[in-house]
């Protein structure tokens, strides 16, 4: 892992400027993610474990709130910082779903490797669909990539060889033996977390988060600096999918059943965006944040049906209008932390220790319009 | 013959979707706002429409009522919410908006339970003219399908003649410039989404006679009616006409030909093809944002 390098000058000496202004260089880390990366270390080999210590429903609840992370952090990256809103990710949950049932069942591929099979399938898939949708813009991009799903939802239900409307039984998985598949769901599902995670940051720490950020805040400006608009975009369109058919094909494993109608729901999308508005835009940190609240929530009050979908409604409004960075927001608004180096920071050469924080950051990530 | 029969009923559905579309073209023309509640807020209307006539109204009055409420909906919602999401970024009125079906949606469920509903208009929704010995109209979709050419050529009479129109058009172009003439732009949005309201619920009490609904009918009323605005070309109040007559072709033609299951698939890929080779649609008039 990368996260103890960028303690280094970033670009080392080339990134060095003299003359007038008083020589520093650029870093993106400080010593508080050196604490960051060593605690989050120790968090993952900690959840590893839980499966260990804990029932198997417990288990299966945690592979829940695995997918959640992992759906909030890959819709964040294409609203929150490549400002593709996008209402259809169900269509690629779906698709890792019933790829995770293809690849296993129909292709007898063992559903462990299928998992990452039905994902790869989904990114395939949205290689030739996002030139489509990017012909649409803001709002329209949102409902053109709503028909998507819906049209790949209907084709799934209207063809018997995918079972229907009633679905199908994923039977390699149910197949193996009880404690190898909840064990297996429950790793691959933290893997898949945590890999949204990273890949989301790696992404970010890279040339390309960069062009992103720039994208969002204003498209026209970056293209003419040279920004190639529709890389970046359709770069991030396709990792996106790619996540949420990960996603897509964990949570199947875990219910062992897959239906058009449960499958390709606009809750998804309606879990995603309250995990994001709570947890906050166009970080990684929000998302988390986001998806452990929605998960508490959910936990205790999905039972209520209608009444919490008519909750989360409100509160998504409130939270987008009131508090639009989010809780995670508030957190950097008042302290100025960010657990992930993402952000760039001036360090004077004079000291060359001091932490990158307690200088003027550049705010690449957060420019307000 | 059986396909003139499929084909007239798919041009008349198309009034149907373009009542739906009308509103969003409008609202999105005025101030660039996609309203993903659009198609919830025109079953809210209908629902509306319903409670009226549960209590003793008769169809039309409580269509009516309905149509008035929803104008007031429209303008407080305008002001009171949708105004301090515009300016900022795109997400936030998508965000919103999203946020707004959901509740609407969900409000439905608790009070309506996820039943299916109907209007009765008392017959008028089975009756039929028979053109030739093969090809009948129904009496309904026939006027649905010339309510909506009423309605656009009076918006668009609106948009071009009047005082208000000629208000709406001046912040689309240029709303900073507009305000500087003296024009408050948040009045003029509230107004714009009380038209987009009234026009929607009108469209929601006629799918409501037309055909049972229930709580969640409203997003595939959306889906429908961007399509139809995509196809059509943004900015023009005809297009959407087209856009929709050619989206209720598709649907009927393909459910005659592949079967009843496939038909909005058919619907959706017309859509598709037509973005893929006509991105800005038949008769775009104004650029996108």
């Known amino acids: 892992m990368s996260a103890g390098g960028g303690l280094t000058a970033d670009g080392g000496p080339a990134t060095r400027v003299r003359g007038a202004l008083p020589a520093f260089h650029v870093s993106r880390a400080t010593r508080l993610h050196l604490v960051v990366l060593v605690v989050s270390v120790l968090v993952v080999v900690a959840l590893a474990l839980v499966p260990e210590f804990t029932t198997v429903s417990v288990t299966r609840t945690m592979i829940t709130l695995f997918g959640l992370v992992a759906l909030a952090q890959m819709w964040n990256l294409l609203g929150g910082f490549a400002g593709l809103i996008s209402v259809g990710q169900q269509a690629y949950i779906g698709i890792g779903a019933y790829g995770l049932w293809f690849f296993g069942d129909e292709l007898h591929i063992h559903p462990f490797v299928s998992v990452f099979l039905a994902a790869g399938l989904a990114a395939l898939i949205a290689l030739p669909i996002a030139p489509l949708l990017f012909r649409l813009r803001g709002g329209y991009f949102a409902i053109g990539t709503w028909v998507f799903a819906v049209i790949i939802m209907i084709i799934v239900s209207n063809v018997q060889t995918t079972g229907g409307g009633s679905g199908k039984t994923v039977i390699s998985a149910a197949l193996l033996p009880i404690n190898e598949r909840i064990f297996g769901t429950y790793w691959i599902g933290l893997t898949v977390a945590v890999g949204s995670i990273l890949l989301t940051w790696a992404l970010l720490r890279s040339k390309r988060g960069l062009a992103l950020t720039a994208i969002r805040d204003n498209t026209l400006a970056a293209q003419s600096s040279g920004v190639n608009v529709f890389t970046s975009k359709l770069i991030v369109y396709v990792v996106a999918a790619f996540g949420c058919g990960a996603m897509g094909a964990v949570v199947a494993m875990n219910l062992l059943r897959i239906q058009p109608a449960a499958s390709f729901s606009i809750n998804w999308t309606a879990f995603a965006i309250f995990i994001v508005v709570i947890g906050g835009f166009g970080s990684i940190e929000g998302p988390i944040l986001g998806a452990i609240i929605y998960f508490a929530l959910q936990q205790t009050l999905s039972q209520y049906g209608s009444t919490y979908f008519l909750l989360l409604g409100v509160l998504a409004v409130v939270m987008a209008t009131k508090v639009p960075r989010g809780l995670w927001g508030l957190v950097t608004a008042r302290w100025d932390i960010h657990l992930f180096p993402v952000r760039r920071g001036l360090v004077l050469e004079s000291q060359p220790d001091a932490p990158a924080a307690s200088e003027a950051p550049v705010p690449v990530e957060h420019a307000t319009p | ?289």
């Open chain 2, 1 to 289: 013959m059986n396909w003139v029969n499929v084909a007239v009923q798919g041009i008349l559905l198309g009034g149907l979707y373009a009542l739906f579309a009308i509103g969003l073209a409008l609202v999105f023309g005025v101030m660039r706002l996609v309203n993903l509640a659009h198609g919830d807020l025109g079953i809210l209307a209908a629902f509306i429409a319903l409670g009226f006539v549960r209590s003793g109204v008769g169809l039309p009055v409580a269509a009516l009522l309905s149509i008035l409420i929803m104008v007031g909906v429209g303008y407080v919602l305008q002001r009171g919410l949708l105004n301090f999401t515009l300016g900022t970024d795109d997400t936030r009125p998508i965000v919103v908006t999203f946020g707004l079906a959901i509740i609407i949606q969900n409000a439905l469920l608790l009070k309506f339970s996820a039943d299916e509903q109907g209007l009765n208009a008392g017959g008028l929704e089975t009756s039929s003219i028979h053109v030739s010995k093969q090809v009948a109209l129904g009496v309904y979709p026939l006027l649905v399908f010339i309510l909506a050419v009423v309605l656009i050529a009076g918006v668009q009479l609106l948009l071009n003649r009047t005082k208000m129109g000629r208000a709406f058009r001046a912040t689309s172009d240029d709303r900073e410039a507009a305000e500087l003439m003296g024009m408050n732009n948040r009045h003029i949005y509230a107004l714009a989404m009380a038209l987009s309201l009234g026009t929607v619920a009108i469209g929601g009490i006629a799918l409501a006679v037309r055909t049972t609904f229930d709580p969640t009918a409203g997003s595939f009323n959306l889906i429908y009616a961007f399509e139809a605005v995509i196809m059509g070309g943004m900015g023009s109040l005809w297009g959407t006409l087209l856009g929709g007559v050619i989206l209720g072709l598709a649907q009927t033609l393909g459910a005659q030909a592949f079967g009843s299951g496939w038909g909005i698939l058919c619907g959706n890929v017309v859509f598709l093809i037509v973005l893929a080779f006509r991105p800005s649609g038949f008769f775009a008039r104004t650029v996108t944002a």
